[in-house]
Nanobody, 131 residues
């Protein structure tokens, strides 16, 4: 069974930076077609933040474009999210997700910010940005 474990969350002031990590165990991160980061604040819907496919192609939500960078290090079996110029509205629980699949029941799900279906999820790491 694939296991994902996030780390790197914390409390920072607006304008600061954090780097989140998502360690993949039991399977190699390189075998995943799509990996991504989601966030959810209390009382709000889960939002897809950033995604990266097996070729290295990335996709970002408009709310984080230019500020966040997703990357993967296959040698370390780890997914990263570099978060810069943080804003109070970035405060949320951040979770990583992964899936081997692109095509599911005849549909091309791709690996873009609009994708929400993933087989594997981490438990999340809290990011709090103060003003």
């Amino acid at each position: 069974q694939v296991r994902l474990a996030e780390s790197g969350g914390g409390s920072v002031q607006a304008g600061g930076s954090l780097r989140l990590s998502c360690a993949v165990s039991r399977y190699s991160a390189s075998t995943m077609y799509c990996m991504g980061w989601f966030r959810q604040a209390p009382g709000k819907e889960r939002e897809g933040v950033a995604f990266i496919d097996s070729t290295g192609r990335t996709s970002y939500a408009d709310s984080v474009k230019g500020r966040f960078t997703i990357s993967r290090d296959n040698a370390k079996n780890t997914l990263y999210l570099e978060m810069n110029s943080l804003k109070p509205e970035d405060t949320a629980m951040y979770s990583c997700a992964a899936d081997f699949r692109r095509w599911i029941n005849g549909r091309d799900y791709g690996c873009f910010a609009g994708r929400s279906l993933f087989d594997y999820w981490g438990q999340g790491t809290q990011v709090t940005v103060s003003s």
